[in-house]
C-alpha cells in the first residue's frame, strides 16, 4: 500500500494570503495524484486530478504541481470558502489517501 | 449533471451486516468506475473498493477483503456496497463516488461525483 503523508497537518492564514499544501508518498506515483477539497457535512471535492490538471469548474486560484513522490497544492489566494480540509489521493496502485490538511482562518 | 442518490442513516448492532444502496440520477454511470470511500468521526478519507459496472469486476481494499461486497446493476445505474461483521470502529459516513470523466476519457480512480453519504452507527 502507498502510504501519503499530508504536512503541515493545519495551516493558519488570512483570506488573501497564499496556501502552499503539501503531500509526499512512500513510493513513486507517477502523476497519478488528485486533491479534494472537504467541508464538514459535504462531500469531498475534486480538485485537481493527475497532479496539475484541474477539474472542470474548478477556479484558477487551485493549481497542482509534482512529480514521483513529491506534490503541492496551490491556492493562489484564499477567499473565505476556501477554508476546509484538503486531502491528496493517488491512483497509481489501489487508491489511497493523505491524512490531510487543514486551512484554518488566522 | 448525473447526481448519486445513496440510502438512508442506518443503525446496526456489532457482528451484523449492512447493505447501502446508490444509484444514478439524471444521468448514468457513464463507463466509469463506482467506488465506496468512508470516513469515520474525526478521521480520513479510506478507499474501501471499487466496481467497474459494465463488467461486474470488482476490486476491493486489502483491509476490507474479507468484509465488503460491492455490486452494480449497469442496466439501471444502480450499485451497493455490503459490509459484514460490524464493529464500534465501522461507524461512519459511507460515500458511493463516481470516476471523473472529460472530453470522452474516463479515469476510473479520480472521484469526481459523490453521493451525499449515508451514515452508519453501529453500537450495541
Known amino acids: 500500500e502507498i502510504v501519503l503523508t499530508q504536512s503541515p497537518a493545519t495551516l493558519s492564514l488570512s483570506p488573501g494570503e497564499r496556501a502552499t499544501l503539501s503531500c509526499r508518498a512512500s513510493q513513486s506515483v507517477s502523476n497519478y495524484l488528485a486533491w479534494y477539497q472537504k467541508k464538514p457535512g459535504q462531500a469531498p471535492r475534486l480538485l485537481i486530478y493527475?497532479?496539475?490538471n484541474r477539474a472542470t469548474g474548478i477556479p484558477a486560484r487551485f493549481s497542482g504541481s509534482g512529480f514521483g513522490t513529491d506534490f503541492t497544492l496551490t491556492i493562489s489566494s484564499l477567499e473565505p470558502e476556501d477554508f476546509a480540509i484538503y486531502y491528496c489521493?493517488?491512483?497509481?496502485?489501489?487508491?489511497?489517501f493523505g491524512g490531510g490538511t487543514k486551512v484554518e482562518i488566522k | 449533471q448525473v447526481q448519486l442518490v445513496q440510502s438512508g442513516a442506518e443503525v446496526k448492532k456489532p457482528g451484523s451486516s449492512v447493505k447501502v444502496s446508490c444509484k444514478a440520477s439524471g444521468g448514468t454511470f457513464d463507463n466509469s468506475v463506482i467506488s465506496w470511500v468512508r470516513q469515520a468521526p474525526g478521521q480520513g478519507l479510506e478507499w474501501m473498493g471499487g466496481i467497474i459496472p459494465m463488467s461486474g469486476q470488482a476490486n476491493y481494499a486489502q483491509m476490507f477483503q474479507d468484509r465488503v461486497t460491492i455490486t452494480a446493476d449497469d442496466s439501471t445505474s444502480a450499485a451497493s456496497m455490503e459490509l459484514t461483521s460490524l464493529r464500534s470502529e465501522d461507524t461512519a459516513v459511507y460515500y458511493c463516488?463516481?470516476?471523473?470523466?472529460?472530453?470522452?476519457?474516463?479515469?476510473?480512480?479520480?472521484?469526481?461525483?459523490w453521493g451525499r453519504g449515508t451514515l452508519v452507527s453501529v453500537s450495541s
Open positions: 463516488v463516481r470516476g471523473y470523466c472529460s472530453g470522452g476519457a474516463c479515469y476510473d480512480w479520480v472521484f469526481e461525483i
Open positions: 489521493q493517488q491512483r497509481s496502485h489501489w487508491p489511497t
Open positions: 493527475d497532479a496539475s
